[in-house]
């Protein structure tokens, strides 16, 4: 293997360069790639072997948006050689330690996200442009640095964001890097009308409900392209750091997967068992590129899950499963005590829509707003994304009826953002209409509207349906299951009658009640035998 042996005298350069790989938390999955992947005898990792490393041979059968580019088959085929181009740069002896951890950290180091942005504009122009397309990109390139100039139109938008699913899909599934594997690209044409809404000129006021823009030419200049990107899908360059880190670190593993085999129909992935849900795979993708951590995991899980029972692994609460209200959406979600999305999707003027709200706590009984931080989401047919302002606390509300007398009630339903009375989002406790207010209302998250042509008085709205999906992981799933278990024993020992109690009717407070109504002298001593 390339790495020095602790005899062996340990250069500067080598230093340096390991010190950056042991940077990126990849070091040890790196010597085990290089130990598998070079020569013996030179201690060098051929081009050939990078190429097999990085093929990529798929077709998709199923797609969910109604449009799609004739030239994304061929992009996908030249993605791997021109990661290879750009960063595996070799010799005619190929790839020595260094030199492969060099070539590593120069993608999957630590760096900017508008570094690691230009990288995957980078590798997205020259599959382009390998593949016979053309686009109004263009790179200029210098011995030290290079910029990223002119322009995207609405279908390279949507090529680049599809090779970043494939890239992320392909990371989280091995059978991937079979030959002629198989999968379904989503609909993200959600994220590909917000960009176009925010970064051309009178954007704000184009019809989104319209197709036609996905095939128009109007252009998305890069430099709008960047801001949009840092700010509505911040994650989207991570898809191609995960996407070389998992080729190199399972290129050992991978040995066996990469040769011929007889058939391919255990490799088929199909996006079919979330996309009946609100939370389609390309609408779980849009959300999960805003997020970090363990979030983010089970969010992907909705995306890539080839069987539908795992993606129902984290849905919490369907209305047209578990019927519609206040009361049935609690039954489901007490006791989950972590991260919440909440998925809206309603009807007004016509035209639906869906918004989302993301808790990081779990829902309690307050009549009162609470919570420590959240998000908001635009999520179709435009997707945006509102964090905290940091001015106010109000991140949610949800009050259930009270027993008892109250002299000023307060509303029961479900709010995020605003004030009581005045809140952003509102939901009855039926489920059935929706309010939505103007961000002026709101202090406690971002400004920018939630649907089309959101104006400043108040929407009201039909709710169509709700979704309501766990994001904290397999523990507390299960902390939930263990409460729901108590709650549901309790209540059936509360049902329970002690029948022996009433054995003799002549003893029973029932006779005793009956009597008393039928004859009133005996309900008048009664009253007269009580104190006070």
């Not at 079979?178 to 959600?190: Q, R």
């Not at 009658?497 to 054995?503: A, H, R």
Request: aromatic share 10%; with cysteine.
């Amino acid at each position: 293997m390339g790495a020095s042996s602790s005899t062996e005298q340990i250069s500067p350069e080598q230093r340096e360069a390991e010190s950056l790989a042991a940077s990126t938390g990849a070091l040890s999955a790196l010597e085990k790639a290089f130990s598998t992947l070079s020569d013996p005898q030179t201690k060098t990792i051929s081009i050939t072997s990078l190429k097999e490393c990085f093929k990529l041979s798929i077709d998709y059968p199923n797609c969910e948006a109604s449009f799609k580019p004739e030239s994304f088959p061929g992009l996908l085929n030249h993605l791997g050689p021109s990661i290879l181009d750009h960063f595996f740069i070799s010799d005619k002896d190929g790839l020595n330690w260094i030199t492969f951890l060099n070539s590593y950290t120069k993608c999957c180091g630590r760096m900017p996200t508008s570094n690691s942005l230009n990288n995957l504009l980078k590798v997205f122009g020259s599959a382009v442009m390998k593949s016979g397309a053309t686009t109004g990109m263009q790179i200029e390139s210098t011995d030290a640095d290079y910029k990223i100039n002119g322009y995207l139109l609405p279908a390279d938008l949507l090529m680049l964001l599809w090779m970043c699913w494939v890239m992320s899909w392909s990371s989280r599934n091995r059978q991937m890097v079979k030959e002629n594997a198989m999968f379904g690209l989503p609909d993200v044409n959600n994220l590909v009308l917000s960009a176009v809404s925010s970064c051309i000129e009178g954007g704000a006021e184009l019809n989104v409900w319209d197709d036609g823009i996905l095939g128009s030419d109007r252009q998305i200049p890069i430099g709008k392209l960047h801001v949009w990107v840092l700010k509505t899908v911040p994650n989207l360059p991570e898809c191609l750091v995960q996407f070389v880190h998992s080729r190199i670190s399972n290129s050992a593993s991978q040995q066996d997967v990469l040769e011929p085999s007889s058939s391919s129909s255990g490799d088929s992935h199909s996006i079919a068992p979330s996309s009946n849900y609100l939370l389609t795979p390309g609408r779980a993708w849009s959300i999960s590129l805003t997020l970090r951590s363990t979030m983010r995991d089970e969010m992907l899980k909705t995306c890539f899950a080839p069987v539908a029972a795992e993606v129902k692994e984290n849905l919490l609460y369907r209305s047209s499963l578990h019927g519609k209200g206040l009361s049935r959406f609690w039954s489901n979600v007490e006791g989950y005590d972590g991260p919440i999305l909440v998925v809206i999707s309603a009807t007004s003027e016509d035209h639906s829509w869906s918004i989302g709200a993301l808790t990081h706590q779990a829902f309690v009984n307050k009549d009162t707003f609470y919570g420590t931080s959240g998000s908001l989401y635009a999520i179709s047919p435009v997707f945006n994304h509102l964090t905290s302002s940091g001015k106010e606390k109000n991140f949610v509300y949800s009050h259930l009826h009270v027993t008892g007398y109250e002299a000023k009630p307060k509303p029961v339903g479900i709010a995020f953002g605003g004030s009581i009375g005045n809140e952003r989002i509102f939901m009855d406790e039926d489920f059935s209409k929706l309010i939505v207010r103007h961000h002026a209302y709101d202090k406690t998250y971002q400004s920018g509207a939630l649907f089309p042509n959101q104006g400043y008085l108040p929407t009201e709205a039909h709710v169509l349906e709700v979704e309501v999906w766990g994001l904290g992981g397999e523990k507390v799933k299960e902390a939930q299951n263990m409460f729901l278990k108590r709650e549901q024993l309790f209540t059936e020992q509360r049902r329970k009658v002690d029948l022996k109690t009433f054995s003799n009717w002549e003893d029973s407070p029932e006779k005793m009640m009956m009597d008393m109504v039928s004859n009133p002298n005996a309900l008048s001593a009664f009253l007269l035998l009580e104190p006070g």
